[in-house]
């Protein structure tokens, strides 16, 4: 399984971006796909998950403007986040572990995307 996360840039606090991550090789709908975020000096953190069967999972610190989405025919996550803050800039990573139940540690995904950058500035 090879992911391809992109959509990261600049932006203004208060603003919105997407992003999405392909998913190719052997991956279908009974893999959970989700989106970390590292910021520097920071552990990778958990922010979002979307399991094949349409449950979604957040970070407390995201869950109200973050919202995941998933294209299953197309392999395809997205993650749609407004009123961005300057404290969700972090290189942001996609992943996908084989299951429902997604862990909310990094350890626990198996596939990693190569990660795309998300600046908010204030």
């Known amino acids: 399984v090879q992911l391809q996360a992109c959509g990261g840039g600049l932006v203004q606090a208060g603003g919105s971006l997407s992003l999405s991550c392909a998913a190719s090789g052997p991956i279908s709908s009974s893999y959970t796909m989700g989106w970390f975020r590292q910021a520097p000096g920071k552990e990778r953190e958990f922010v979002a998950a979307?399991?094949?069967?349409?449950?979604?999972y957040y970070a407390e610190s995201v869950e109200d403007r973050f919202t995941i989405s998933r294209n299953n025919a197309r392999h395809t996550v997205y993650l749609q986040m407004d009123r961005l803050k300057p404290e969700d800039t972090a290189v942001y990573y996609c992943?996908?572990?084989?299951?429902?139940?997604?862990?909310?540690?990094?350890?626990?995904?198996?596939?990693w995307g190569q990660g795309t950058l998300l600046t908010v500035s204030s």
């Open positions: 979307r399991t094949g069967r349409g449950k979604t």
């Open positions: 992943a996908a572990v084989l299951g429902y139940s997604p862990p909310r540690r990094a350890a626990g995904f198996d596939y």
